[in-house]
């Protein structure tokens, strides 16, 4: 089991960076698939970026491809998303999940552990 635990959210204006930041409890993360998730208000959650198990390999949405970056630290059990270039549209609450499939990491269905999120809030 692992307990997923995001940070690094507020409030920035467009074209402004953030650096997201999820911690996990356990001794098992690097034998999961990881992921970030996006649900604006009204807004059904999607599937921003995800990154294997070594970090070897990396996924993104199209929206966010070229301005955000997914990468790992295995031995702090520590992901990061790094968020450049933010737009107003890219405002809602970000989570983290482990346990995504390694073939289509962009379905949210596999992921088992989620955190509780963080509010990213871009202004015009």
């Known amino acids: 089991q692992v307990q997923l635990v995001e940070s690094g959210g507020g409030l920035v204006q467009a074209g402004g960076s953030l650096r997201l930041s999820c911690a996990a409890s356990?001794?098992?993360?690097?034998?999961?698939?990881m992921g970030w998730f996006r649900q604006a208000p009204g807004k059904e959650r999607e599937f921003v970026a995800a990154?294997?198990?070594?970090?070897?390999?990396?996924y993104y949405a199209e929206s966010v491809k070229g301005r955000f970056a997914i990468s790992r630290d295995n031995a702090k059990n520590t992901m990061y998303l790094q968020m450049n270039s933010l737009k107003p549209e890219d405002t809602a609450v970000y989570c983290c999940?482990?346990?995504?499939?390694?073939?289509?990491?962009?379905?949210?269905?596999?992921?088992?552990?989620w955190g509780q999120g963080t509010q990213v809030t871009v202004s015009s």
């Open positions: 999940a482990a346990g995504g499939n390694s073939w289509q990491p962009d379905m949210i269905s596999p992921y088992g552990y």
């Open positions: 990154i294997s198990r070594s970090g070897g390999s990396t």
């Open positions: 356990g001794r098992t993360f690097s034998s999961y698939t």
